[in-house]
């Protein structure tokens, strides 16, 4: 499935999370992917529809942030912040 044109959106998710967290990691994500899909066919009676997939593949519009907001991602992810002074 992964290496299938046919369906682009889950080759790209792949793609994506392979380059984050590695083959292995990538390959169950995805696995896991497709069952949860599966189930949602099942239970609902409907196709597959591979718009929803594309949809959440689409970046944000605006991704701008204040510097308060960037000074506390950076904080969160263990960084120390120094004033310009010192």
Known sequence: MVKSEKHPEIRNRY???RKRRGHKKAIIA???MLLTALYNMLKNKEP???ELYR???AL???REITIEQA???AQ??????KSAAE
């Open 71 to 73: 000074i506390l991602m």
């Open 76 to 81: 969160f992810q263990g960084y120390k912040i």
């Open 48 to 50: 597959y529809n591979a």
């Open 30 to 32: 995805i696995a896991r």
């Open 60 to 62: 944000p519009v605006n």
């Open 15 to 17: 793609l994506r999370l």
């Open 55 to 57: 949809k959440s593949d």
